[in-house]
């Protein structure tokens, strides 16, 4: 049996991980194949490592919670690697004004009264909308709808815009009123069926809070850089498996095997094929125009993150902080700024300041494409307007991600189920895995990895 996997980012490392791990444990005869179009794998996840700076060019961490990064990072030998993210205040722009986020807010839902009734981050009219949803009936549809129509409808749209949007938003880069509530925060419809209120429902499902301890951050990340966790998975494979610089160009089924074609000309036979590459590289993969069109109709924004390293004294204030989102109707191109040195000791040597800015969003994309002198003004003009930052960074990184960040649009989920019934019926023996299918975060990719080869393993017992 032989198998390929096309596409070395997180997802297709794990499922080379896991295929390899699984075949090695059952004792079944598997000889497995990734290939990967550039000279490097990891996909997003890529460090640059610079006099002392560890800087993260895409993904800088991954939620805590979900527990299969830090598995997998234990599973390569980098438990000791692990560490959490500094705890401290995180901001709103609003304005030329950085408001602190209100105390006990989850993911932009109030449950505390006192800190939401005196931030002014919102008008009092925008407070008292907000209330209402302490007496609104719960929605009386189970279909998928907008994230931004559903926190509208319970909260207001000035809360939306000014905190849940910029919050929210920052994950998928994305149009709130245009994302899928089910396939991105499903958890928000399931308080609401509940508990009926948002506040309420968020209130009662918060966690006791432990004052006499030391608050733990809800993101780890690994100290020497996440590229430490694409070397460790590299390492541990087989590598007369891995092929770099190889880019496949078609899939052509051959009876009921798959013959692939790179554009190097060579071409390979495989019984099956895992796609762990993003769907508008599938699009071109197959010769039939309705598999075409389902992959295509997955659409994605482009962004590019911009590492700039100065020296402290460069940046006089003391912000108690981490960082800051910029609210939606504010006249800035940044969409977020990270004080990196102070949410993750480790990435600047002693003196030394990290600041990590997002640029592009719906509708602002072009920004992306200007040259790296124009990205660099444009970012520090926006951060002087909030903050000093005295002369030019000492060193910056820019990275441009195209077409990277998928959006997962209202239906989602169906879309999902009619590219997997396709591709089950048309071309049984492939399958399909990553961030533009079922979650985008690190922990999801490493998830879907894993479920890849259990799915592939099952097919193997069925027949």
Not at 67 to 78: F, I, Q, R, T
Not at 96 to 115: C, E, F, N, R, S
Not at 235 to 263: C, G, M, R, W
Request: glycine content about 8%; aromatic content about 8%.
């Amino acid at each position: 049996m032989k198998v390929a996997i096309i596409g070395g980012g997180i997802t297709g490392l794990t499922a080379a991980y896991y295929l390899q791990k699984e075949t090695m444990s059952q004792n079944i005869n598997m000889d497995y194949h990734l290939y990967e179009s550039s000279s490097q794998l990891g996909g997003k996840i890529q460090t640059d490592y610079h006099n002392g700076f560890i800087i993260e060019q895409g993904p800088d961490s991954f939620l805590a919670r979900k527990e299969s990064a830090a598995k997998l990072a234990k599973e390569v030998g980098l438990e000791h690697e692990l560490i959490f993210n500094n705890a401290g205040k995180a901001y709103v722009l609003k304005g030329q004004t950085l408001h602190p986020i209100p105390g006990g807010a989850i993911m932009g839902i109030p449950t505390k009264l006192g800190p939401f009734l005196t931030t002014s981050l919102f008008s009092p009219a925008g407070k008292t909308r907000a209330a209402l949803d302490l007496f609104l009936p719960k929605s009386s549809t189970n279909n998928d709808q907008s994230l931004g129509g559903f926190f509208r409808r319970r909260l207001g749209s000035e809360v939306v815009d000014n905190l849940i949007e910029p919050l929210l938003s920052g994950i998928y880069a994305g149009d709130i009123d245009r994302l899928s509530l089910q396939s991105t925060f499903p958890q928000f419809h399931q308080v609401e069926q509940k508990h009926r209120s948002l506040i309420l429902g968020m209130k009662a499902s918060r966690p006791l809070e432990k004052s006499q301890e030391k608050k733990t951050g809800a993101f780890q990340t690994l100290r020497n850089g996440l590229q430490s966790l694409v070397d460790g998975l590299e390492n541990h494979l087989d590598e007369d498996a891995i092929n770099k610089n190889k880019t496949l160009e078609q899939i052509v089924p051959e009876q009921s095997q798959y013959k692939l074609l790179f554009t190097d000309g060579d071409s390979k036979i495989f019984d099956r094929v895992i796609l762990a590459t993003p769907p508008h590289v599938n699009a071109k993969l197959f010769n039939d125009k309705e598999t075409q069109h389902l992959f295509s109709s997955i659409t994605s924004t482009s962004v590019a993150t911009v590492a700039m390293a100065f020296e402290e004294e460069q940046i006089p204030e003391d912000f108690n902080g981490t960082g800051f989102v910029v609210s939606k109707k504010s006249d800035y191109t940044i969409t977020a700024c990270t004080w990196t040195h102070l949410k993750w000791e480790h990435t600047a040597p002693k003196g030394k300041a990290l600041l990590r800015c997002y640029v592009g969003k719906p509708g602002g994309e072009s920004i992306v494409e200007e040259d790296d002198e124009s990205i660099i003004e444009v970012v520090l003009k926006d951060l002087n307007k909030v903050m000093n930052v005295n002369g030019r960074p000492e060193y910056y990184k820019i990275t441009r991600w195209r077409n990277s960040m998928p959006q997962y649009e209202v239906d989602h989920a169906i879309q999902m189920d009619k590219i997997k019934n396709t591709i089950q019926a048309s071309y049984p023996g492939v399958f399909v895995a990553g961030a533009a299918y079922e979650g985008v975060g690190l922990p999801d990719c490493i998830n879907q990895g894993e479920d890849v080869i259990h799915q592939l393993l099952t097919s193997l017992n069925e027949k």
